[in-house]
């Protein structure tokens, strides 16, 4: 088997696949060590492959990408009142850390 370097494959790669398409396998090489394999396809290849079906009772990607439900908050309401209450703690800490332990009113609490 031959070997081609990322660059090389990179920069010539339609010449690469004519090349596999005649039969020819490259080790691909990547600093001198070889990190894939360029070969005419296997359709057998195909056949290793197995289908995990998701666990009983498992959200499905369609159901999460929907709309909430009437009342409820989307995820970026929720990723908001996160940050906002994450800004809010942060806030407090420095304050704190400073010696100024009163809110935006000037009130101390």
């Known amino acids: 088997m031959d070997t ?13 696949l004519r090349e596999v ?6 080790a691909v ?3 001198d060590i070889p990190v894939a394999t ?8 195909a056949d290793d492959l197995e289908v995990i079906e998701p666990s009983p009772g498992a959200v499905s ?14 995820g970026a309401e ?15 800490a420095v304050r704190w850390a400073l ?3 009163e809110d935006e009113n000037g009130e101390h609490g």
């Not at 081609?4 to 690469?16: G, Q, T």
């Not at 369609?62 to 989307?74: K, S």
Request: aromatic residues 6%.
């Open 38 to 45: 360029l070969g005419p396809w296997e359709p057998d290849d």
């Open 29 to 31: 090489m990547s600093r």
């Open 99 to 101: 010696g100024r332990d």
């Open 21 to 26: 398409r005649a039969g020819r396998s490259f």
């Open 61 to 74: 990607l369609f159901d999460l990408m929907r709309a909430p439900e009437p009342g409820l908050p989307d």
């Open 4 to 16: 081609v370097s990322v660059a090389e494959l990179k920069s010539k790669l339609s010449h690469y």
């Open 78 to 92: 929720l990723i908001r009142r996160d940050r906002e209450a994450s800004d809010a703690r942060l806030d407090a």
